[in-house]
């Protein structure tokens, strides 16, 4: 097992199929505080995020990602909150992976909610409740190409899905919009039936392709210097202190 890496993970892959790449340490969907807890307790090498909690409680914050890093411990992004971060942080050293990364990147307005889904709780395993955007987005290009659908109807229906809450989207909520919207009958049913085998998931193909990757680095064996200093700003420690973190941290010499 790779106890020197950290995983947060959610409804974007399962810790089972997850863990058939790489084995290593694999918490919830990271939220606020969530890094500092993990620094203290595992000390690891790397942390890597993939999903993360959002709405109702506090999201990771930049600043104790680069806390992180400037303490030497090599971050790491994927898929979806991992992504968006890995994108906003490329410049100080957060290394992102994979297609969502890198449209993030060139795409610096993009929507969160995007790669945004409603999720079960912790308990029931924070499994995906919804389709994200950019997979309906990317599965919705393919089938145009593959001829199922025409090019007005992929904008129509990418117009419905963006119209539709996060917390609501779903393929099969997007067909009913479809359907009330009068869109052509066969086009939808072809459309249905082509995606039971091209339907897109490139959240799960993009943290598939980090953790292989990872499996296969020696992280401890990966020099780096980070082009920032850290600077501990009284926010970011009222925040850690809210969360009951960073006094404890820093009196082990974190």
């Given at each position: 097992?790779?106890?020197?890496?950290?995983?947060?993970?959610?409804?974007?892959?399962?810790?089972?199929?997850?863990?058939?790449?790489?084995?290593?340490?694999?918490?919830?969907?990271?939220?606020?505080?969530?890094?500092?807890?993990?620094?203290?307790?595992?000390?690891?090498?790397?942390?890597?995020?993939?999903?993360?909690?959002?709405?109702?409680?506090?999201?990771?914050?930049?600043q104790e990602i680069l806390w992180a890093m400037a303490?030497?411990?090599?971050?790491?992004?994927?898929?979806?909150?991992?992504?968006?971060?890995?994108?906003?942080?490329?410049?100080?050293?957060?290394?992102?992976?994979?297609?969502?990364?890198?449209?993030?990147?060139?795409?610096?307005?993009?929507?969160?909610?995007?790669?945004?889904?409603?999720?079960?709780?912790?308990?029931?395993?924070?499994?995906?409740?919804?389709?994200?955007?950019?997979?309906?987005?990317?599965?919705?290009?393919?089938?145009?190409?593959?001829?199922?659908?025409?090019?007005?109807?992929?904008?129509?229906?990418?117009?419905?899905?963006?119209?539709?809450?996060?917390?609501?989207?779903?393929?099969?909520?997007?067909?009913?919009?479809?359907?009330?919207?009068?869109?052509?009958?066969?086009?939808?049913?072809?459309?249905?039936?082509?995606?039971?085998?091209?339907?897109?998931?490139?959240?799960?193909?993009?943290?598939?392709?980090?953790?292989?990757?990872?499996?296969?680095?020696?992280?401890?064996?990966?020099?780096?210097?980070?082009?920032?200093?850290?600077?501990?700003?009284?926010?970011?420690?009222?925040?850690?202190?809210?969360?009951?973190?960073?006094?404890?941290?820093?009196?082990?010499?974190?």
């Amino acid at each position: 097992m790779r106890d020197d890496i950290v995983v947060f993970l959610g409804p974007t892959l399962s810790e089972t199929e997850a863990r058939r790449h790489l084995d290593a340490i694999y918490l919830p969907p990271i939220g606020c505080g969530d890094v500092v807890r993990a620094v203290g307790q595992y000390a690891p090498s790397a942390i890597v995020l993939i999903d993360g909690v959002f709405a109702q409680f506090p999201a990771v914050r930049h600043q104790e990602i680069l806390w992180a890093m400037a303490r030497g411990v090599r971050m790491y992004g994927a898929s979806s909150i991992g992504a968006l971060r890995a994108a906003e942080l490329a410049p100080q050293g957060m290394i992102g992976h994979g297609l969502i990364y890198r449209w993030y990147r060139r795409q610096p307005l993009a929507d969160d909610a995007d790669v945004t889904v409603p999720m079960a709780p912790v308990e029931l395993g924070s499994s995906a409740l919804g389709d994200a955007l950019i997979d309906i987005r990317l599965s919705l290009r393919n089938a145009e190409r593959a001829g199922v659908i025409e090019k007005w109807l992929r904008h129509d229906l990418e117009s419905l899905a963006r119209s539709l809450h996060f917390s609501q989207r779903s393929f099969p909520k997007l067909f009913a919009a479809a359907e009330n919207s009068r869109s052509p009958i066969d086009q939808l049913e072809a459309l249905k039936a082509w995606l039971k085998a091209g339907v897109v998931n490139q959240k799960r193909t993009d943290a598939v392709n980090l953790l292989k990757y990872l499996d296969n680095q020696n992280i401890n064996n990966l020099n780096e210097s980070f082009p920032f200093e850290f600077e501990l700003t009284e926010s970011f420690a009222n925040d850690m202190e809210y969360y009951n973190l960073l006094d404890t941290l820093l009196s082990k010499g974190a």
